[in-house]
């Protein structure tokens, strides 16, 4: 017996579950974390800088007891530099800076760090649940369009 389970996730986890999602996916990317971000070094960049795009994650939450409120990773590439925070309401969110690019450039460079922030959190909350329900992995896949297909067996 065989089935198929397409997975859309709702990020709510703390903040430690978040900044592990993000590390992993931005260094898949080729982003460094920045050196510890300093708010008056932030405001200093965001000066220089021409533009800026801001996005909220849809469906996101940093639980309040499992984190720092105003906790960020800073992460960049290439000139463009990406600082993933929560805001006022709980909710993940991306703010991408960068000088030379349009802010639609800087808004699909976002997104496309969402979707694999996105990617990585589901990846480790199913492969943590399967672990839990004594299910093992026979096979795993990552496709060109780099979906993540996963074999298990029920033990």
């Avoid at 260094?27 to 932030?42: E, F, K, M, Q, T």
């Avoid at 909710?91 to 976002?110: F, M, Q, R, T």
């Avoid at 990585?120 to 780099?146: F, G, P």
Wanted: hydrophobic letters at 45%; charged letters at 25%; glycine letters at 8%.
């Amino acid at each position: 017996m065989s089935s198929c389970v397409i997975v859309t996730p709702l990020i709510i986890a703390g903040w430690p579950v978040i900044t592990a999602a993000v590390t992993a996916a931005c260094a898949s990317l080729g982003y460094s974390i920045a050196a510890a971000p300093n708010v008056a070094a932030l405001a200093a960049a965001a000066a220089k800088t021409r533009n800026r795009a801001e996005i909220d994650i849809e469906e996101s939450e940093v639980l309040q007891e499992a984190g720092p409120v105003g906790g960020q990773i800073v992460v960049e590439r290439e000139g463009v530099r990406a600082i993933f925070a929560r805001d006022a309401r709980g909710a993940l969110k991306l703010c991408v800076e960068g000088e030379g690019l349009s802010k639609a450039e800087l808004k699909k460079i976002g997104e496309e760090l969402i979707g694999r922030v996105t990617q990585q959190y589901a990846y480790h909350k199913i492969v943590t649940e399967l672990q839990q329900h004594n299910m093992s992995i026979v096979d795993e896949e990552v496709t060109a369009d780099r979906t993540v297909k996963i074999r298990v067996r029920n033990l």
